[in-house]
C-alpha cells in the first residue's frame, strides 16, 4: 500500500498546484478497499500501484461531489472540503482529481481503461438514480438493488476485473467477486442504519429513511405490513422521526424478520463471490470480514 500512497503523491504533484496539494492532503484516505483489492488481485505485476491510485483517485472524486450533493458536513470521520472550503472549491477539487485519474487511465491496455470508464458512468447514473428515489417511497427490490450495483458495487466490480486483466487471470470471476462484495458491503450498511446505535454510526440511526433512503428493511417491511400500517410507515418516509415511531418501526422489523431477510440476501451475494474465489484465501478473508461487521 505505501506504493499506492506513493503514486497518490506522484501524481497529485504533477498536478502542480499547491493548492490542490494542499486540500488533497487534508482527506482521509479512507479503508482504500479498492486499491486493497487491486494489490492483492495483481500482486506482482508493476503498474498495479498506479491503477490502485487512478481508482482511488475517481472513488475520492465521487465522494468529493457526494458531499456537495447531500450536503454532509463531515466524511470519514474529518470535516469534509465542502464544509471547510466550500461547495465550489470541492466541486473543482473533484473535476481536477477525476480528470487527472482518466490521464493517467488512457494509457493502460484498452481493456482494462474501459472497464474503468464504463463503470464510473455506471457510478454517476446510480449517484443521480438514489438523489431520485429518495423523492418518493420507493418500494420494489428490484429498482433499489439496480441502484445499489450502480451507484457502489460497479467500481468494485471494475477494480477487480481491471486487476484480474492486468494479471492475466479469469476476468469475469474477478468482477462476480466484485460485484457481490460491493453489493453486500452496501446491504451490511444499511442494516448497520437500523441496528447500531448513534455513538457507532457517528450519526443519528435510522438515518437514511430520515433522509428518504428506503433501504431493503423498510422495502421488505412495507410488503408485509397490512393496508392501514403501510400508510403509518409511508407517512413516517423523509421526515425527522420521534422516538415512538422508530421503536413501531423497528418492533414491526422485528415482528416481520426484515432485517434477518435483508441480512440473508447479503450473506447469499457474499457466498456466491467466496465460490467465485475459492482458491484465494485473502480474497475469501476480505468478504468474511465484511459480512461479520455485527449487526
Ligand atoms: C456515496 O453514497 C456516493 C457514491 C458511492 C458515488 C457518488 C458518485 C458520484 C457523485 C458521481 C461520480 C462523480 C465523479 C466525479 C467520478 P452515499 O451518499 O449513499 O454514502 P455516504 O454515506 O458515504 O455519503
Ligand atoms: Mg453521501
Known amino acids: 500500500m505505501q506504493r499506492v500512497e506513493a503514486e497518490l503523491e506522484r501524481l497529485i504533484n504533477e498536478i502542480d498546484y499547491d493548492e490542490v496539494t494542499r486540500l488533497f492532503k487534508m482527506l482521509s484516505g479512507g479503508k482504500r478497499l479498492r486499491a486493497k483489492l487491486i494489490l492483492k488481485i495483481a500482486k506482482d505485476v508493476k503498474e498495479a500501484p498506479l491503477l490502485a491510485a487512478i481508482v482511488e483517485l475517481i472513488h475520492a472524486a465521487s465522494l468529493l461531489h457526494d458531499d456537495v450533493i447531500d450536503e454532509a458536513d463531515t466524511r470519514r470521520g474529518v470535516a469534509s472540503v465542502n464544509a471547510t472550503d466550500g461547495s465550489k472549491t470541492a466541486v473543482m477539487l473533484g ?26 458512468t455506471a457510478l454517476s447514473k446510480g449517484e443521480m438514480m438514489d438523489v431520485k428515489m429518495a423523492e418518493t417511497f420507493n418500494t420494489d427490490e428490484a429498482t433499489y438493488l439496480d441502484m445499489l450495483y450502480l451507484k457502489t458495487a460497479t467500481l468494485i466490480e471494475a477494480a477487480a476485473k ?7 487471470k479469469d476476468a469475469e470471476a474477478h468482477a462476480l467477486y466484485g460485484r457481490n462484495l460491493g453489493l453486500s458491503f452496501q446491504i451490511i450498511d444499511d442494516i448497520l442504519d437500523i441496528t447500531a446505535d448513534e ?23 412495507y410488503e408485509a405490513l397490512r393496508a392501514d400500517e403501510k400508510e403509518r410507515l409511508v407517512q413516517a418516509h423523509a421526515k425527522k422521526i420521534d422516538a415512538q415511531e422508530s421503536a413501531w418501526i423497528k418492533a414491526k422489523m422485528d415482528e416481520h424478520q426484515t432485517v434477518v431477510k435483508s441480512f440473508a440476501l447479503a450473506q447469499k451475494l457474499s457466498n456466491e463471490a467466496q465460490a467465485a474465489m475459492r482458491e484465494d484465501a485473502e480474497l475469501v478473508g476480505i468478504l468474511e470480514t465484511m459480512i461479520q461487521r455485527s449487526y
Not at 477525476?98 to 472497464?115: G, H, I, R
Not at 455513538?199 to 417491511?221: H, Q, R, S, W
Open 199 to 221: 455513538a457507532t454510526l457517528g450519526k443519528p440511526a435510522m438515518n437514511d429513511f430520515v433522509e428518504g433512503k428506503c433501504t431493503l428493511p423498510y422495502i421488505y417491511l
Open 95 to 120: 473535476d481536477i482529481l477525476y480528470s487527472k485519474a482518466f490521464t493517467e487511465l488512457v494509457n493502460f491496455d484498452k481493456e482494462v481503461a474501459q472497464t474503468i470508464a464504463v463503470s464510473v
Open 162 to 168: 481491471a486487476a484480474a486483466l492486468l494479471a492475466g
